[in-house]
């Protein structure tokens, strides 16, 4: 028996302490007068008792969820031969591992001995007792709570006032672990971002014209030292965002003021799914486009006139990639521009402004913080996406604003640097995580102009 198991029994239990709740209060409010009587309406006190039923369960199940894996570890290392306790914890780790890829029907390096078998056979037994201990436990206790909350239904029961408080504070549970959540993301990149730094200086780092960073991983190796110069991926990085970003906004926001302020209603139901159908277009499918198509016919372009264009550039990477973003642009801006108060522009109308100039100076200056949220929305998907720049831009490093040649972003740099079998504390490992830092402080200040561009516009409207 899984946990999925578990779970779909205790969405079950509840479900069926929902429908009993709720009947148990029409039971009562027959008796009393009718759900006139009763503070709440019956939806609320089946809610309750689903409510009572789930929440303690769920507690619990999560609970057994973290500690189950350590708790049977421990009892099976307890039995395990001394001269396998006695290891170090690394080798005992590895032990452990081959203990587990035998339970799961991995094939382990080396040959199999009786005593992992016996152990991979104790540790499979002890997770299935643990499996059916869990769901007796959460069966119990969700009929338990639907035995109390039966007992409990009156007709002064403030059954809607408990489930508000209840929702109140899960919606506050969700919000607090969002928080944690970004923090623990931002202190995890930290650390080993200062880990780096102990190793690579900071200024090295940040004004580095030179990004190399194969470094030998022993001493007796033959091997480059490494040279750890950000500015020439954020370069490229910014160069290929640049680039996407002059396509996709002006074509995304004049087709949003086209669909919402000029097309009719026909061509409109037809021309917005076909452009967000680019949104769901997969990454690889545009690299591909970009990789076979646009790059060949930009370098055969410029050999006609004596340009020297490199087989892989930010050029197309930079084109595929805006016209990917367009949906991004032209959805937000219309749905905006739609949201735009109608008695505005009647009123600019009722002046006796032309359309094109109630939406200059009306219509879009009202749309503008939506606009600018579209497009910063935009400028972070151009930042993080990394298969079209792998497939059309290429890997190479180069200091250069030349948009016809080779680049690479961070995103990319960060997936080559963390792919395969890696050394976790050598600098070339390391890097990814003060690039990603390093990303992360740009995105931030991005996003702090773009609050101050709302908030000075939205002065002028309110």
Not at 34 to 51: D, N
Not at 52 to 66: D, G, K, N
Not at 249 to 267: C, D, H, Q, T, W
Not at 318 to 329: A, T
């Amino acid at each position: 028996m899984t946990h999925s198991y578990v779970l779909i029994t205790l969405l079950l239990l509840s479900s069926t302490g929902y429908y009993l709740g709720r009947r148990r209060a029409l039971a009562v409010a027959d008796r009393t007068g009718g759900p006139g009587s009763l503070h709440s309406r019956p939806v609320y006190y089946g809610a309750l008792t689903a409510l009572w039923c789930a929440v303690p369960a769920l507690f619990i199940f999560c609970f057994w969820l973290v500690c189950e894996s350590t708790v049977i570890t421990d009892m099976v290392v307890s039995r395990l031969p001394e001269s396998l306790q006695s290891l170090p914890a690394d080798r005992l780790n590895l032990v452990m591992n081959d203990i587990k890829n035998l339970v799961s029907g991995n094939i382990v390096s080396g040959e199999e001995n009786s005593d992992l078998r016996a152990a991979a056979d104790y540790y499979q037994y002890l997770r299935s007792l643990s499996h059916g201990a869990l769901f007796v436990l959460v069966a119990v206790i969700c009929m338990a709570a639907v035995s109390f909350l039966q007992s409990r239904i009156r007709p002064e029961l403030r059954a809607r006032n408990h489930v508000e408080r209840v929702i109140y504070y899960i919606l506050i549970a969700c919000s607090v672990l969002a928080i944690f959540t970004t923090i623990g993301i931002v202190l995890s990149v930290l650390y080993e971002s200062i880990r780096f730094f102990k190793i690579i200086p900071v200024q090295d780092f940040l004004f580095g014209l030179k990004w190399s960073p194969q470094t030998a991983i022993r001493a007796d190796q033959v091997g480059s030292s490494g040279a750890f110069g950000a500015i020439p991926v954020f370069i490229g990085t910014l160069l290929v965002s640049a680039i996407a970003m002059i396509v996709a906004v002006p074509v995304g926001l004049m087709s949003a003021i086209y669909l919402s302020e000029y097309a009719n209603r026909k061509f409109r139901a037809y021309a917005k799914p076909l452009l967000e159908i680019l949104a769901g277009i997969p990454t690889v499918v545009y690299g591909f486009f970009a990789a076979l198509v646009v790059a060949p016919v930009i370098r055969d372009s410029g050999a006609l006139i004596g340009l020297d264009i490199s087989s892989e550039s930010a050029m197309a990477a930079g084109l595929v990639m805006g016209v990917m973003i367009i949906p991004f642009v032209s959805s937000l801006s219309d749905d905006v521009i739609n949201a735009v108060p109608q008695s505005l522009r009647d009123g600019a109308l009722s002046l006796g402004s032309t359309r094109s100039e109630t939406i200059r100076h009306i219509v879009l200056p009202a749309a503008l913080p939506g606009i600018v949220g579209g497009v910063l929305l935009a400028v972070s998907r151009a930042i993080g996406e990394t298969m079209i720049v792998v497939m059309a831009a290429g890997l190479s490093a180069n200091l250069t604003l030349n948009p016809l040649k080779t680049v690479t972003t961070v995103t990319v740099q960060i997936v080559t640097l963390l792919v395969g079998d890696q050394e976790f504390d050598s600098p070339k490992t390391l890097a990814a995580f003060a690039l990603g830092l390093l990303l992360f402080v740009v995105t931030l200040i991005l996003n702090i102009i773009a609050l101050y561009v709302v908030r000075k516009y939205r002065e002028q409207y309110e």
